[in-house]
């Protein structure tokens, strides 16, 4: 935590020392096995929450619902993540704004992870068609999109003339 974060956290009523908890929790995932092998970068929920632009509440809601369980957690209980999550995450979250359902991220995600798998040619024939089905609904999502920004560039512009 740097030291903008460290006063945030002290304004809001959280307790300074959780820099040092962080840190503690950092020193036991790495040397104990408290996760994934060494050679696997992990990090903590922060971490994976700053570089998602994603809120920790999110992110633990997404853990308690399945579709983003931590890699593992440290012997303290906190949660730890690998890169794989955060690319995993950040296919969530580019679902979120085209309107994606939770039932349908998780359905997703399924699909992806069952595509890098082995897998026979007719399973994978059926998974490339789910896929480009979900490819479909969010081209037709995103068009709507440019629509409703359109008609909001108008109505800038009307503001714009007064």
Do not use: C, N, W
């Not at 696997?40 to 971490?47: D, F, K, L, N, V």
């Not at 999550?85 to 699909?111: H, N, Q, W, Y």
């Not at 789910?130 to 503001?159: G, N, P, Q, S």
């Amino acid at each position: 935590m740097d030291d903008a974060s460290a006063g945030v956290a002290a304004r809001s009523g959280r307790h300074a020392d959780r820099t040092d908890d962080r840190l503690a929790v950092d020193a036991e995932a790495s040397d104990t096995g408290g996760g994934a092998p060494s050679s696997t970068r992990t990090m903590h929920i922060g971490e994976l929450a700053e570089r998602t632009g994603l809120s920790l509440r999110t992110i633990r809601h997404y853990d308690e619902v399945g579709i983003l369980p931590a890699t593992s957690r440290t012997e303290g209980g906190f949660r730890v993540y690998s890169e794989d999550d955060l690319e995993r995450l950040m296919v969530i979250r580019r679902m979120k704004p085209l309107g994606f359902s939770l039932e349908e991220m998780t359905d997703l995600l399924a699909v992806l992870d069952a595509l890098q798998q082995d897998s026979d040619k007719a399973s994978a024939e059926g998974l490339r068609a789910r896929l480009a089905a979900y490819r479909a609904t969010a081209v037709e999502r995103r068009a709507k999109m440019v629509e409703t920004l359109a008609r909001a560039d108008e109505f800038i512009d009307v503001l714009t003339r007064y």
